[in-house]
């Protein structure tokens, strides 16, 4: 059991990690690596709940979850790294914050 | 006595919480996606720490590594943003956002450890059903077949997300110069030789993921990989979504999917596998499943690190 509060821990705290990066910084980069940690965080803890039965294998239901929960994952992240390097190649700044924009480029 | 495995699991998760640490908060962002490539495998062993081989697969190849290589590319289209200093939330706030988490983090470690001692899942189901979904490995079991819809609406997502990286990659037009690779001997040559290994290998994962780990996303992570190698040595591939062969690359696996659902429809219900011959239609689906995801991970890529060739097609497929 031990070791599943283990592991549940630290998925928590890289949530938590990533949960402050992802308030604190304003680059559109830095926020999507923040959602990475926090979506790995969460993935830790239902991994450690899966195993949490001592003795049997583990429940293969929420393996089954992570696994599409990881898929997802890297497609939100394509899509949110193809929108920072849109708004990038539109006005000149990664960030969403108007007053660090370069002057803007109007295509 | 602290046994020899919870000393391990201990440094593991010291080591995650650390590189996560210095991941997020490095003043170079460079740094902090090669830390986040580093965490992600470091991940991978937890996963096996924690009897997942499947899991672990998945996230070396996905997770750790093409995630990587979209922030990578990103990055390198970006260019300028790379030494930026980390600026943020003023002073106040700062210290605000981190009681706020902290608060949060400690009411969820108190639910985790109460959620640690109990017990259930849906284990014994899968396992006394086992037979009857066509395949040996419980979790190729629940993704193909007992939670079949999930998958579906999975790589419809997949797809989705390669609409959109592309309808945005359009909307730039021609302001956006792809990237100009300098030609690598090496990597070319290197190209050559892993190529006809890595589709081997995703060929194997899908064929054993029926009764070992692996399976049609490990497949279709490994072909995304060989993908990102070949648009990195520039080869000439264009991989533009408007050419006829590559669209249907792009959607065979959720076609497949979705047509063999509903034809099984004609003898019972949506997906409802006939256990006669359960196991050759799930090998049919997983193999359009593993090209498409194969596919769409490298078109992803391109999207991204924006080596898409805006102007003229040059034909050929990837593979």
Known sequence: MTDVILHGVTGVLIFCLGLRALFVYENLLRKTLALNFMGTGVLMFIMAMADRVPGSPPDPVPHAIVLTSIVVAVCATALLLALAGHLHALTGSATLEADDAAPEANP | ?319
């Open chain 2, 1 to 319: 006595m602290i046994e020899l495995p919870s000393v391990f699991d201990g440094l593991l998760s010291l080591s995650l919480v650390l590189l996560a640490w210095f991941a997020l908060h490095s003043k170079d962002l460079f740094l902090g996606i090669v830390l986040f490539v580093m965490f992600g495998i470091l991940v991978a062993v937890a996963w096996l720490r924690l009897h997942a081989p499947d899991i672990a697969l998945t996230e070396v190849a996905l997770g750790a590594g093409l995630t990587g290589a979209l922030f990578l590319g990103t990055l390198g289209r970006t260019e300028v943003v790379r030494r930026d200093r980390g600026q943020g939330l003023p002073g106040g706030r700062h210290l605000l956002t981190t009681v706020l988490v902290s608060g949060l983090g400690i009411v969820l470690c108190v639910i985790t450890a109460r959620l640690a001692a109990g017990g259930g899942g849906m284990g014994d189901l899968v396992r006394v059903r086992l037979e009857e979904s066509g395949v040996e490995n419980p979790v190729t079991a629940v993704i193909l077949n007992f939670r079949g819809y999930d998958t579906l609406f999975e790589i419809g997502v997949l797809f989705l997300a390669l609409l959109g990286a592309h309808a945005l990659h359009q909307a730039a037009g021609a302001s956006t110069e792809s990237l100009r690779l300098p030609r690598d001997s090496m990597l070319v040559i290197f190209v050559h030789i892993m190529t006809p290994v890595l589709i081997l290998t995703a060929a194997y994962l899908v064929w054993v993921g029926d009764h070992r780990p692996g399976g049609a996303f490990q497949a279709g992570a490994i072909l995304g990989g060989a993908g990102v190698i070949i648009l990195l040595a520039g080869v000439p591939v264009s991989l533009r979504v408007d050419h006829f062969r590559l669209r249907l690359v792009g959607v065979l696996g959720f076609a497949v999917f979705l047509v063999t659902g509903t034809c099984l429809m004609v003898n019972g219900r949506f997906l409802e596998y006939p256990v006669a011959h359960v196991k050759w239609l799930l090998l049919v689906v997983e193999l359009a499943c593993a090209l498409s995801i194969g596919f769409i991970l490298s078109s992803l890529f391109a999207a991204c690190a924006s080596l898409l060739h805006p102007s003229g097609e040059r034909g050929g497929r990837r593979d």
